[in-house]
């Protein structure tokens, strides 16, 4: 395989598009997996067996979807021939998008508590992640190159800063979302704690910080395009999450915010 600069541009245009397709989508109705699954389930009046019977447990779902975001650029950048893992590139693909997807895969999927999710979101979600992962790791191995000083760039430094503090609070918040239950239990609770006192979406707000500083830190189109879809599905997905705590519990505290805190 060689760089074709053409095909990262055109992946990089389908995944801008996809994002605002999402936006546009999901501003009104909320994604079904989770609480929202529950809502549309109610409304749909659909019984309970039947809904269930198209669903798998949330730790097999969750490590399937994401396996491919950790699998596809971790084998372009091991077939590559020669291999190639000494530039830059490939050492913040492995480091950073990487190191990202394998805590998702391996780590966050056997912690969840959540309620089974649902087979064809599983679907689309797994060709999601085969795809992106393909775009962000062809980019790093086959076309990226940084001049010598990159890493003393200040675009370099603060994306990398930036990108960790977003994963600190994104498995922060998730691990206080985790704490809401005991195992078994399904049900909703306030989140406390952490970001959550001034955001609902506080996971959400750090996995946006978090493609973002990659973004910055890599300085390329592919980067740019993942972190601005995440900005238009997560974005959406926080705002569900905020008018649903508002409507079911009545002390909510009305200064928290959807996603980022004291804006919005
Ligand atoms: N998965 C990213 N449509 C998505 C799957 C769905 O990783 O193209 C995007 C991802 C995919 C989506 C993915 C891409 C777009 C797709 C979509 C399906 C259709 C869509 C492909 C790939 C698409 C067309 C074709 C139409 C254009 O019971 P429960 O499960 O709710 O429990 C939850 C629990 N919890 C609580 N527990 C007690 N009390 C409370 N109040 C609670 N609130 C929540 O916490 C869960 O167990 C857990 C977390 O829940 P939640 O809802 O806060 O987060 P969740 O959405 O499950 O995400 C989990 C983590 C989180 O850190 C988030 O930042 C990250 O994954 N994530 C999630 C989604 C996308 C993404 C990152 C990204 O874009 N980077």
Same mark, same amino acid.
């Not at 998008?97 to 599983?122: A, Q």
């Not at 603060?158 to 498995?171: P, T």
């Given at each position: 395989?060689?760089?074709?600069?053409?095909?990262?541009?055109?992946?990089?245009?389908?995944?801008?598009?996809?994002?605002?397709?999402?936006?546009?989508?999901?501003?009104?109705?909320?994604?079904?997996?989770?609480?929202?699954?529950?809502?549309?389930?109610?409304?749909?009046?659909?019984?309970?067996?039947?809904?269930?019977?198209?669903?798998?447990?949330?730790?097999?779902?969750?490590?399937?979807?994401?396996?491919?975001?950790?699998?596809?650029?971790?084998?372009?950048?091991?077939?590559?021939?020669?291999?190639?893992?000494?530039?830059?590139?490939?050492?913040?693909?492995?480091?950073?998008?990487?190191?990202?997807?394998?805590?998702?895969?391996?780590?966050?999927?056997?912690?969840?508590?959540?309620?089974?999710?649902?087979?064809?979101?599983? =679907? %689309? +979600? #797994?060709?999601?992640? $085969?795809?992106?992962? @393909? *775009?962000?790791?062809?980019?790093?191995?086959?076309?990226?190159?940084?001049?010598?000083?990159?890493?003393?760039?200040?675009?370099?430094?603060?994306?990398?800063?930036?990108? =960790? %503090? +977003? #994963?600190?609070?994104? $498995?922060?918040?998730? @691990? *206080?979302?985790?704490?809401?239950?005991?195992?078994?239990?399904?049900?909703?609770?306030?989140?406390?704690?952490?970001?959550?006192?001034?955001?609902?979406?506080?996971?959400?707000?750090?996995? #946006?910080?978090?493609?973002?500083?990659?973004?910055?830190?890599?300085?390329?189109?592919?980067?740019?395009?993942?972190?601005?879809?995440?900005?238009?599905?997560?974005?959406?997905?926080?705002?569900?999450?905020?008018?649903?705590?508002?409507?079911?519990?009545?002390?909510?505290?009305?200064?928290?915010?959807?996603?980022?805190?004291?804006?919005?």
């Amino acid at each position: 395989m060689q760089c074709s600069p053409c095909l990262v541009v055109a992946l990089s245009g389908v995944l801008v598009a996809l994002g605002l397709l999402i936006l546009g989508l999901y501003c009104h109705t909320p994604t079904r997996y989770g609480k929202h699954a529950e809502v549309a389930a109610e409304e749909e009046q659909q019984p309970l067996r039947e809904q269930q019977r198209r669903h798998l447990p949330a730790k097999c779902a969750w490590f399937l979807q994401e396996l491919p975001a950790f699998l596809v650029p971790a084998l372009l950048l091991a077939l590559r021939s020669p291999p190639r893992f000494a530039p830059l590139g490939c050492r913040l693909l492995v480091g950073m998008f990487c190191g990202h997807y394998f805590h998702r895969t391996f780590i966050y999927s056997f912690l969840t508590r959540g309620r089974p999710f649902p087979l064809d979101t599983l =679907l %689309f +979600g #797994m060709l999601f992640c $085969v795809y992106n992962g @393909f *775009l962000q790791g062809y980019y790093m191995v086959y076309c990226a190159e940084y001049p010598d000083d990159w890493c003393n760039d200040i675009r370099f430094t603060s994306g990398i800063l930036l990108f =960790l %503090f +977003g #994963m600190g609070i994104n $498995v922060h918040s998730d @691990f *206080l979302l985790r704490q809401l239950r005991k195992p078994g239990e399904l049900t909703y609770k306030i989140p406390q704690g952490g970001l959550f006192v001034y955001v609902s979406g506080a996971n959400f707000f750090g996995e #946006m910080l978090e493609w973002f500083g990659y973004a910055i830190a890599t300085w390329c189109l592919p980067a740019f395009a993942f972190a601005l879809f995440t900005m238009c599905f997560v974005g959406p997905r926080a705002y569900h999450h905020h008018r649903y705590y508002l409507r079911k519990f009545i002390g909510y505290p009305r200064s928290r915010k959807a996603l980022i805190p004291f804006i919005f």
